[in-house]
């Protein structure tokens, strides 16, 4: 099966702990997903993060209704989680995102590993570029979260 990678980065001035602390709280990933994706969580909140737990999703994606089953498979605060979808629209999605303490702030890393239905031709034509947008707005939406002063 072919992989594709998408990794990106971003620097807040908060510390580690209270970065993954927003993390922790699954209702927090609403606030970070383009409104465009209609993004809705289906399991009952609160979720208690920890392996193991899976998180149930709606959403569209060019207007097309999907629903969506993560599982988080390791869970180590305030460090790195993973997430990795058990239903959903790709062949795979496994999503690593990392915490580091650098330069007085938090460095919020992601790697995603993907296999889109339609492979090369359909990551080279819609795929790619809207997981770029979706991260694009998700690190502005950090940023803007995590600012200095910021609550």
């Not at 465009?36 to 969580?41: G, N």
């Not at 609160?46 to 392996?51: D, F, L, S, T």
């Not at 569209?60 to 305030?78: F, N, Y």
């Not at 990795?84 to 590993?113: A, I, K, M, N, S």
Request: aromatic residues 12%; glycine residues 6%.
């Amino acid at each position: 099966m072919r992989e594709f990678l998408y990794e990106c980065e971003l620097w807040v001035p908060r510390p580690r702990s209270e970065v993954f602390e927003f993390f922790a709280d699954a209702a927090n990933l609403q606030a970070i997903t383009p409104d465009w994706l209609d993004f809705r969580i289906e399991t009952p909140l609160p979720i208690v993060m920890r392996a193991g737990a899976l998180i149930d999703y709606r959403l569209k994606v060019h207007g097309i209704p999907l629903r969506w089953r993560t599982e988080i498979l390791e869970w180590d605060p305030p460090n790195r989680f993973v997430d990795f979808q058990v239903r959903g629209p790709y062949r795979l999605w496994h999503h690593t995102h990392v915490f580091e303490d650098r330069d007085g702030g938090t460095l919020c890393r992601d790697r995603v590993r993907y296999n889109p239905p339609g492979g090369v031709l359909a990551d080279r034509l819609l795929v790619r570029r809207d997981i770029a947008r979706i991260f694009a707005c998700r690190r502005e939406a950090l940023a803007a979260r995590f600012a200095a002063g910021g609550s």
